[in-house]
T-cell receptor, first 112, second 115 residues
Framework: QKEVEQNSGPLSVPEGAIASLNCTYS??????FFWYRQYSGKSPELIMS????GDKEDGRFTAQLNKASQYVSLLIRDSQPSDSATYLC????????????FGSGTRLLVRP | SAVISQKPSRDICQRGTSLTIQCQVD?????MFWYRQQPGQSLTLIAT?????????ESGFVIDKFPISRPNLTFSTLTVSNMSPEDSSIYLC????????????FGQGTRLTVV
């Protein structure tokens, strides 16, 4: 059973701090990695995609991928209360490149 | 990205009845996906809907319970049949688009409560 693991949280950080969200995956053949943000009662919203080892930055968000360690992370700089949400990590299955496997999500709380 | 319209946004249904959820995309897409998100849980793929062929169901999901239609490249429906309270979930339609070609985008979801 291919798995994506995330700490359920909540991860609580003060406003302005860096929030670090982590994800590990079991399928060594996974090629595509995604972070989604889901506000309560809403559908998931794509924040970042990353395909190669290293860092990828987009505004206040940085995704980090280490395929050797099967590890993906998301850093949120200058965290804002509006960043409070559940963050879902998703990876593609080696069985089929289009099939996404989601982690259970990490709930982030940004304290004003 | 793609604009995905899903309806109804929510419904309360009696057990034993069926509900059909519609998903409309603003562009033609090869595959459409249906997910379920049970309360407090993550997303689980129900099936992949392909135009012109039968849907492909994931382990634990069967066509009799979740029949899917895909009449064209912009539209799909998911029916939840013979509902029980255990079917109370959010059902999400998804398509892949974006610069990477495999980034998934979601409709607004359908919040289903079975009483």
């Amino acid at each position: 059973q291919k798995e994506v693991e995330q700490n359920s949280g909540p991860l609580s950080v003060p406003e302005g701090a860096i929030a670090s969200l982590n994800c590990t995956y079991s399928d060594r053949g996974s090629q595509s990695f995604f972070w989604y943000r889901q506000y309560s009662g809403k559908s998931p919203e794509l924040i970042m995609s990353i395909y190669s080892n290293g860092d990828k930055e987009d505004g206040r968000f940085t995704a980090q991928l280490n395929k050797a360690s099967q590890y993906v992370s998301l850093l949120i700089r200058d965290s804002q209360p509006s960043d409070s949400a559940t963050y879902l990590c998703a990876v593609t299955s080696m069985d089929s490149s289009y099939k996404l496997i989601f982690g259970s999500g990490t709930r982030l709380l940004v304290r004003p | 990205s793609a604009v995905i319209s899903q309806k109804p946004s929510r419904d309360i249904c009696q057990r034993g009845t069926s509900l059909t959820i519609q998903c409309q995309v603003d562009s033609q897409v090869t595959m459409m996906f249906w997910y379920r998100q049970q309360p407090g849980q993550s997303l689980t793929l129900i099936a992949t809907a392909n135009q012109g062929s039968e849907a492909t169901y994931e382990s634990g999901f069967v066509i009799d319970k979740f029949p899917i239609s895909r009449p064209n490249l912009t539209f799909s429906t998911l029916t939840v049949s013979n509902m029980s309270p255990e079917d109370s979930s959010i059902y999400l339609c998804s398509v892949e688009a974006g610069t990477g070609g495999d980034e998934a985008f979601f409709g607004q979801g359908t919040r289903l409560t079975v009483v």
